[in-house]
């Protein structure tokens, strides 16, 4: 293992956690100011995917895609809000978990009705695609580059809005203690339709991203949604730096751990156990560390709640 | 005890599941003994997970692991020739039993939506762990070649025995766990649901009992997936992918939680509807996701909720 | 001199900026009803809390029965003798009122890894279940759901579950709470009918009970005892007068 290759998973790993952390940061929210389990926030991520790829076919410009994705993606929450979450705010944990993985059967669906079973083909445009030298003899995909940058951009803008403007103290407040902000009368619904909508933007906008990395198909929300489930149960529900802080090392501990241990194993064991267990165990990596992590710490390492 | 109606209807399906056979039979329709031997493993799997959902409050997303490592022992071990039934089974119990105790360990420590996700990850974990064995065909699946071999004269591969295996596990199950959520642990598990605090107050350190209950429902649950496996002579991770939890825990819901024998119905519900849709239309996740919305909504109590007849609360 | 059955040295609890528990000093002696009043956010629930082992203390010891319990959990204290009855009635709705008692004599009666008998028919757990609740006042209403119970006949089955669990000390966060008097009035008659047989920590806002059941009574201000003495003294106390201005329990008392 190389020091390139090595600086080369670990700024994948950071854009994977970018990734994670537009998904999470959402969740994180949602889940911490309206204690509700929403299994359909990947499908979330799917439709930005989705209807990126259709902007991006109809203008040939990601930006205007962008643009475009940003709003609608922004209707789709507040409906979706509108229409089913509301009616799962009063309702236990086991009901929240039936209605949204009913919303999932539903999107999973929808997409292949509407946009059909074929992957959706989304290719980088020209000035996306090249690469870049980021040490001597080096290339770097620009477009990775281009994803971290955008990914810390948010993380900034998202912190600035919950430390500095009104908005972000009563998401604060809510994360910590729900029921007094309602009791301090404010708008509690409309602060949830946003919190729901910006987080539906923010999973619209990965989705987006990720399109032209991956096939953009039915079910690709759930993959993600695991790995926002672990981000969170490590950073905490209801913390923004917590969702970053896990998904960073997420992304990384994922990324260079599934190229490095193999090559690692080959130390220990002979090349045919190494390819065998070496993808088996690198896919238990991440859980593992969750389950270390839970053990000294069940709420997290920083719980928006005190206990 | 149980109403009158529920203990007649109760009664009245396990007589007609004894006879179905003879009935297939005689209308020539050989394909329901197969349909409802499948009904009937699901149903072991749904009341498995009433047993820690319904009554202990643990909700488990991840509940179809244990259904995915029921075949995975009856596979692997047939894949290596070991077809002795007893042996399978051995494994498979303590197997489901260690893994249940290890997943209990780390998830119990959490509650509410933490459990939840936790489940939901861990169990999702073996999927891909499952999915990377290639050895065993990974996302492709392995067919088991042999059904497990009890007695000599007991030949698996016949339809009937099969069936008939099925039922006398779903009915031994089915009076064991009423048994046990009627007796001095189960209330335990019960009372641990409705208020841990105070279970911990009055001097029960809630934590052992729950983790026992966990496992408990995760050998159960594989159980069923040793019949699983024998039924479908097929080894796949599919059975553990969290969409087949999602399943169990709409047979719960849809049978009636915290019931025991409303999940037995809610297996057979649910399989029903979605084989009805699944022949209507490819795309019946559609209709099916907001119906299953609907019933959240308006439905809750699931059907042996909806059944009339207060439990009697006097004596046996 | 006798020794305290409960002694509490320097208890502080913190929760970020806020002090709950302030170095507390507290015992009760044998046979003895200490109350602890004060206003509200004194943090008295947050102090039995403490006590029952529901929540770790910053510093300071707990020592019960002449054993630390600092490092053991509720379950283990309720072994050691101490039972608890909650602020906000949290009885087994869905159990019967003799189902509510039996589960706190099955907590009692060795472990509970049996699978086998049902345990609402268990004798061993039904008679002596059965007597708690006749004691209490509520044999009739065995076989009613706990829910079903009017509020004060709940408070009433939350003594009888602390009762079951043969302890040596209650722990009673505002047993009269939500009563009206004649409930009340009672429930005055038989926490006086128990003194003696069990020693009580009791928390309390309705100071006719306090007068006319309390040995000793504590006032607790901001997690602080700010004065500790028999129930008269406290009420001629200057400084619990300026603590409770503007309260309305200050009144006559028995």
């Known amino acids: 293992m190389t020091l390139l290759l090595f600086i080369e998973q670990f700024l994948n790993g950071m854009q994977f956690g970018v990734f994670l952390f537009l998904i999470s940061a959402g969740l994180t929210l949602v889940l911490g100011i309206m204690n509700v389990v929403n299994l359909a926030h990947g499908s979330l991520y799917m439709l930005g995917a989705y209807f990126a790829s259709t902007f991006f076919g109809l203008t040939d410009s990601l930006i205007v895609a962008l643009i475009l994705t940003i709003p609608v993606m922004l209707i789709v929450g507040i409906l979706i809000e509108l229409v089913v979450l509301r009616t799962m705010y009063e309702r236990d944990h086991m009901d929240q978990v039936l209605a949204t993985f009913g919303l999932i059967l539903f999107f999973n669906e929808l997409v292949r009705i509407i946009w059909g079973v074929e992957a959706q083909p989304l290719t980088l445009p020209i ?112 913390s923004i730096r917590g969702a970053l ?26 090349s045919e156990t190494a390819q065998t267990a070496g993808p088996a165990l690198a896919s238990m990596l991440v859980y593992i560390l969750m389950a270390v992590i839970l053990f000294f710490k069940p709420q997290g390492l920083f719980p928006a709640r005190t206990g | 005890m149980l109403s009158k109606l529920k203990m007649s209807i109760l009664i009245g399906s396990f007589l007609v599941l004894a006879v179905l056979p003879f009935i297939t039979e005689w209308i020539d329709e050989p394909f329901y003994v197969d349909l409802m031997a499948r009904v009937m493993i699901f149903s072991i799997a749904a009341m498995s997970l009433d047993f820690i959902l319904g009554y202990g409050a643990m909700i488990s997303f991840g509940h179809a692991l244990y259904l995915g490592l029921g075949t995975y022992a009856v596979g692997i071990l047939a894949h290596y020739e070991v077809t002795n039934g007893w042996l399978q089974l051995l494994v498979c119990i303590s197997g489901t039993a260690f893994i249940a105790f290890i997943l209990g360990l780390i998830s119990l420590r959490t509650s509410g939506i933490y459990f939840i996700m936790i489940t ?44 008939y295996l099925i039922l006398g596990t ?114 019946w996740q559609f209709y099916f996701g907001p119906l299953l919305i609907l019933l959240v909504l308006f439905a809750k109590q699931g059907l042996w909720g909806m059944l009339p007849g207060k439990e009697d609360m006097s004596d046996d | 001199m006798t020794e305290p059955l409960l002694k509490v040295d320097q208890l502080h609890k913190s929760f970020g900026g806020v002090v709950a528990t302030d170095s507390l000093d507290f015992d009760v002696m044998p046979g003895e009803i200490h109350a602890v009043i004060g206003p509200n956010g004194a943090g008295k629930t947050t102090f039995v809390a403490q006590i029952a082992g529901m929540l770790k203390s910053d510093s300071g010891s ?193």
């Open chain 1, 127 to 238: 000035w996306l695609s090249g690469n870049v030298e980021i040490l001597p003899d080096a290339p770097y995909p620009v477009y990775r580059l281009v994803i971290i940058g955008v990914g810390m951009a948010v993380a900034a803008g998202l912190f600035w809005m919950i430390t500095r403007t009104r908005m972000g103290m009563l998401i604060r407040a809510g994360a910590s203690n729900r029921p007094m902000v309602g009791a301090l009368g404010v708008n509690i619904r409309f602060l949830y339709t946003m919190v729901f909508g910006l987080g539906a933007v923010f999973a619209g906008i990965a989705g987006l991203m990720a399109a032209p990395l991956q096939s953009v198909e039915s079910g690709i929300g759930e993959d993600m949604l695991i790995f926002a489930f672990v981000v969170i149960v490590i950073g905490g529900i209801g």
């Open chain 1, 245 to 270: 802080v896990a998904s960073i090392v997420i992304g990384i501990f994922e990324t260079v751990g599934r190229s490095i241990l193999p090559v690692l194993m080959l130390e220990v064991v002979d």
């Open chain 2, 120 to 163: 939901f990850a861990l169990a999702q974990m073996f999927y891909f762990l499952g999915i990377s064995l290639e050895a065993f065909g990974g996302d492709d699946g392995l067919p088991i070649d042999t059904r497990s071999e009890f007695f000599s004269f007991f030949d698996l591969n016949e339809a009937w025995n099969m069936y």
């Open chain 2, 170 to 283: 779903l009915t031994v199950i089915a009076i064991v766990l009423w048994k046990v959520i009627n007796s001095r642990f189960g209330m335990v598990v019960r009372g641990s649901h409705s208020n841990d605090a105070r279970m911990q107050a009055i001097g029960f350190p809630t934590m052992k009992y729950r983790l026992a209950a966990f496992v408990i429902a995760g050998v159960v649950c594989g159980l069923a997936g040793f019949l699983l496996g024998n039924l479908t002579e097929f080894l796949t991770p599919e059975y553990m992918h969290w969409f087949r939890s999602g399943e169990l825990m709409i047979m719960v819901m849809v049978g009636g939680m915290g019931t025991l024998f409303g999940p037995l119905f809610g297996a057979f519900a649910y399989l029903m509807v979605e084989d009805f849709l699944a022949n209507f239309t490819e795309y």
């Open chain 3, 62 to 254: 707990i020592v019960f029965d002449g054993r630390d319990i600092a490092g053991k959990t509720a379950p283990e204290r309720s072994h050691m003798g101490l039972a608890r009855s909650f602020q906000i009635t949290s009885v087994f709705r869905n159990f019967t009122a003799l189902e509510n008692v039996s589960l706190s004599i099955q907590a009692h009666a060795g472990h509970s890894f049996k699978f086998w008998k049902r345990a609402s028919t268990d004798r061993d757990l039904t008679e002596p279940a059965q007597k708690i609740l006749d004691d209490v006042g509520l044999g009739d209403k065995a076989l009613d759901l706990a829910g079903n119970l009017a509020h004060g006949q709940q408070r009433q089955l939350e003594i009888a579950m602390a009762l079951a669990t043969s302890p040596k000390m209650l722990l009673l966060d505002e047993p009269t709470a939500g009563m009206g008097s004649e409930e009340s009035e009672n429930m005055r008659k038989f926490l006086n009918e128990l003194k003696g047989d069990y020693s009580m920590l009791l928390i309390e806002h309705d100071m006719d009970t306090v007068f006319s059941v309390a040995d000793r009574v504590t006032v607790l201000v901001y997690g602080r005892g700010i004065a500790t003495g028999t129930p008269e003294e406290i009420r001629n106390n200057a400084e619990v007068r300026a603590a409770y201005l503007g309260e309305d329990e200050v009144t006559t008392g028995a």
